[in-house]
């Protein structure tokens, strides 16, 4: 009986952990969707067009809308969000998919505003879009997976990205942590 009772939960148990599997599975699959919204995204950029958009040195600046018209972009958000021109120093306009990923330099549903510092903060974002960059433009991750590793949670993303590594098939977005880390 004891037996019996132990094969019934090892079995319950199993069946619990392939679910949360297959939920954690599903749930980088959305992130990856998310990162293809064709709103947010420059189609001029596939993974076989890398070595000719984002590969190339000049590309963010040479399809990047003049520096006026960006500013434009940023006095609306403030004005969306209530921010006052004193603090409005303090955000950076931010592409939800940088350019340099493959996200659209100028269409509104990529653009956001994010604060300058911090742990999510522009700066950081920035330097993580370059790190995935060369992860993609040296062959090393796909374009797909390293939108999927900014859109969403980038900030967790980053804080689990080996430096040195252009591995994110185990860093968890919503924690940071490589798989096996607490």
Known sequence: MFKRAYRR???RVARIGIIVLFGAVAGL???????????????????????DTICRPDYAD???????????????LLAERGIGADDGTNYALDRRMPVLL??????????????WAGARGERR????????KRCVCEGKLSLSDAQGAIVGNWSAAYAGFGRDSCDVS?????????????
């Open 170 to 182: 185990g860093v968890n977005v919503a924690t940071g942590s490589h798989d096996g880390e607490p």
């Open 62 to 76: 040479a399809v990047s809308p003049p520096f006026d018209v960006m500013m434009e972009h940023k006095k609306r």
């Open 9 to 11: 939960d090892a079995a």
């Open 125 to 132: 974002k920035a330097r993580f879009a370059v790190h995935l």
């Open 29 to 51: 699959r959305v992130g990856q969707a998310a990162a293809q919204s064709p709103a947010m995204l420059d189609e001029r950029v596939t993974q076989q067009s890398i070595a």
């Open 102 to 115: 493959g996200g659209s330099p100028d269409a509104p549903a990529n653009l956001d505003l994010l604060p």
